[in-house]
């Protein structure tokens, strides 16, 4: 069975420190990634994808930055957080070829002050 | 672009009854996909059904099924026999074909009672 990790679990930043949300996906080789947003309240806001090692896509800019450095981890980050910034961070996976629905990590709760 | 529409913002029916929440997409892709996500008040997303474009017959999952209406663009989300525990907040989202981007709706919020 595969798995989903994500860490940390939440994180409390200040404005202008700089953040690395993790996630690592076991059980399921080459999968496709994603990052997601999502607001108090709010809907996922698609962040970033990836089919493949080495390979990230950007879906919006948030002044946030993404790596594949594993097939089986994706990593968030900034070098300067922004009050806006504050949120639930989700990875998800997918199986890709034919199957499209996402599988969702515990998610991170973080809160830039 | 793609865009989902959830006009529900909030749902609220006795147990053991049924529900259909609604959820409107636009796309200009003749091949598409559509998904229905449940988030639990502890934050943790899960997948329940989808409906490829091309399928005619709407999907059925357990007691989820779905009521694709393709001319109208619509995906409503029916849950039978509901249960306390399918409080939650249900999430609508489309992929076109080819496009590993992925929308969301607003999400309707669903309250099973007693």
């Known amino acids: 069975a595969q798995t989903i990790h994500q860490w940390p679990v939440a994180e409390i930043k200040a404005v202008g420190s700089p953040l690395s949300l993790g996630c690592t996906i076991k059980?399921?080789?080459?999968?496709?990634l994603y990052w997601y947003w999502q607001a108090t309240g709010g809907t996922l806001q698609q962040l970033f994808y990836s089919i493949t090692v080495g390979q990230v896509e950007s879906v919006v800019q948030l002044n946030l930055s993404a790596s594949r450095p594993k097939d089986d981890q994706f990593i968030l980050s900034t070098e300067k957080l922004l009050l806006s910034h504050s949120g639930f961070y989700l990875c998800a996976w997918s199986p890709g070829q034919g199957s499209y629905e996402q599988y969702f990590g515990p998610g991170t709760r973080l809160t830039v002050l | 672009a793609q865009k989902v529409t959830q006009t529900q913002t909030s749902i609220s029916v006795v147990e053991k009854t049924t529900v259909t929440m609604d959820c409107v997409y636009e796309t200009r892709d003749s091949s598409y996909f559509l998904f229905w996500y449940k988030q639990t008040a502890s934050g943790e997303i899960v997948f329940l059904i989808r409906?490829?474009?091309?399928?005619?017959e709407n999907a059925t999952v357990g007691h989820y099924s779905l009521n694709f209406q393709k001319p109208k663009s619509s995906i409503g989300l029916i849950i039978t026999a509901t249960q306390i525990e399918d409080s939650a907040v249900y999430f609508c989202a489309m992929r076109e074909d080819g496009n590993e981007k992925i929308t969301f709706g607003a999400g309707t919020k669903l309250t099973i009672k007693p």
């Open positions: 409906q490829d474009s091309y399928k005619k």
């Open positions: 059980g399921k080789s080459s999968p496709n």
